[in-house]
């Protein structure tokens, strides 16, 4: 018995391990997705779609693990809680890394142009974003609820800067109409960054749950540890 409760322990660090691999590659990709947009470089916007797919790969190993630990060692209670999160949060993550391969996809149709103007709050966005995402991340390894909640607070921020940012692209297609294309894409990038905050609010409300059993998703509702609702 000791055994194998040892071995499901190992098992839960290897899935702790894969996760924060997939988030490495994930942080990285929104760093060189922003790079790529402010050098102007096709290439390395072309490298970030390209290396989704090793992400995706992640997200179904990570799948198939969660799976089997469910199906072979059927934890409970805190350790079923940590798998059925890990579960959720690949979902999350690879969902900022097909947005950061939006961001290479509309960098590569900008680069086709002109500059429409310097780029000052986006590469501030997306900062914001992959330390949202680094932190989400350290508090699900960690377990760490109060963590979870500092990041949560962050994303107020991505919210100011995106409607900065598209009262200022709106401005920009009002006086000059034959910039409205790279406005839109411009405005399209801001919105995927500040989705990425989305999504790592989201891991960060799972983490919540993990470790209080307590679902602020939806404030209305408490989940409480038995997983009766109340309202």
């Avoid at 000791?2 to 839960?12: G, Q």
């Avoid at 059925?84 to 950061?100: N, P, Q």
């Avoid at 409205?180 to 983490?207: H, M, P, S, W």
Wanted: hydrophobic residues 45%; aromatic residues 4%.
């Amino acid at each position: 018995m000791e055994r194998k409760h040892r071995r499901f322990e190992d098992l839960l660090d290897q899935l702790a391990e894969l996760i924060l691999r997939m988030g490495g590659l994930v942080e990285q990709a929104i760093g060189r997705s922003v790079t790529a947009l402010v050098d102007r470089d096709s290439r390395l916007a072309r490298e970030v779609i390209g290396s989704d797919v090793e992400i995706d790969r992640l997200e179904l190993e990570i799948d198939e693990m969660c799976t089997e630990m469910l199906a072979m060692q059927q934890p409970v209670a805190r350790d079923l809680r940590f798998i059925t999160t890990a579960l959720k949060i690949v979902v999350d993550l690879e969902r900022i890394g097909d947005l950061a391969v939006n961001v290479s996809e509309r960098t590569l149709e900008l680069n086709e142009e002109p500059q429409l103007k310097p780029f000052i709050d986006i590469p501030l966005m997306a900062r914001r974003a992959q330390e949202m995402v680094h932190g989400a991340l350290d508090a699900f390894v960690s377990r760490d609820p109060a963590a979870a909640r500092g990041v949560i607070a962050m994303d107020d921020e991505l919210d100011r800067r995106m409607e900065q940012i598209f009262r200022e692209l709106l401005s920009y297609m009002i006086e000059q109409p034959s910039s409205i294309t790279r406005a839109l894409r411009l405005n399209f990038i801001a919105k995927y960054f500040e989705r990425i905050g989305d999504q790592a609010t989201n891991v960060c409300e799972q983490v919540v749950y993990m470790t209080e059993a307590r679902v602020i998703k939806h404030p209305s509702l408490t989940v409480e540890r038995d997983g009766s609702a109340t309202g």
